[in-house]
C-alpha cells in the first residue's frame, strides 16, 4: 500500500465512496475520486470528480474536471471540463470552458461556457483581415479562411490583385 502513496501520478484514485456509504460534509482530494454512494456537501479538487452509475452528489462541486453517470444536484465549477455521460442526471449550474453532454443524457439548469484563462492559450488576432495569411501564428483551417491573403507570397492572391487594376 505505501508503494501506491508514495507513486500517485495523475488518473491514480485516491478515493472511493461505494453504494450503499453516504457521507455529508466537505471533501478534498488530490488527483481522482469516484463516487457510487451518496454525498453531499462542498467538493474542492484540481483534480477530476467522478460520479459513477448509482452516484448522486448533492451540493457545491470545484474541480479541475467532472465526469457524471450518476446523478449530480448543485452547483458546479470545473476549470478543465464537464462530461455528462448517456445515463448521467444533472440539474443545477454549471460552469466549465469545455462542457459534453452525451446522448440520452439530462441536464437542466443554467451553464456558463467562458473560457477558462488558464486553460486556454490566447489565439492570435487574424480575425477580420488585419494580418495577412503568411503571417498567421495560428494553423486552425477554420481561422485561417479570415486572414488576409498577401499578394508578395501567394500567387494567386497576386494574380486576383493584378487583375483588379
Keep these: 500500500m505505501s508503494k501506491i502513496l508514495k507513486n500517485n501520478s495523475p488518473g491514480d484514485l485516491n ?10 460534509g466537505d471533501l478534498r482530494f488530490e488527483t481522482t475520486f469516484r463516487v457510487h ?5 462542498t467538493v474542492e479538487s484540481e483534480g477530476e470528480l467522478i460520479v459513477g452509475e448509482g452516484g448522486v452528489v448533492e451540493g457545491v462541486v470545484k474541480v479541475g474536471q467532472l465526469s457524471v453517470s450518476g446523478r449530480l444536484e448543485g452547483q458546479v ?3 478543465k471540463r464537464i462530461e455528462i455521460g448517456a445515463n448521467g442526471h444533472v440539474e443545477g449550474e454549471i460552469s466549465s470552458p469545455v462542457l459534453v453532454i452525451a446522448s440520452g443524457a439530462f441536464f437542466q439548469g443554467q451553464c456558463n461556457m467562458a473560457p477558462a484563462e488558464k486553460a486556454r492559450p490566447a489565439r492570435p488576432a487574424i480575425v477580420g483581415g488585419d494580418k495577412p495569411a503568411s503571417e498567421a501564428e495560428d494553423s486552425d483551417p477554420a481561422l485561417q ?4 491573403p498577401d499578394p508578395s507570397t ?5 494574380d486576383r490583385a493584378a487583375g483588379s487594376k
Excluded: Q
Excluded at 501567394?154 to 497576386?158: L, P, V
Design 77 to 79: 465549477e470545473a476549470s
Design 37 to 41: 454512494g451518496r454525498f453531499s456537501g
Design 154 to 158: 501567394d500567387s494567386a492572391a497576386a
Design 145 to 148: 479562411r479570415f486572414a488576409v
Design 15 to 24: 478515493g472511493f465512496l461505494d453504494a450503499g456509504c453516504e457521507v455529508r
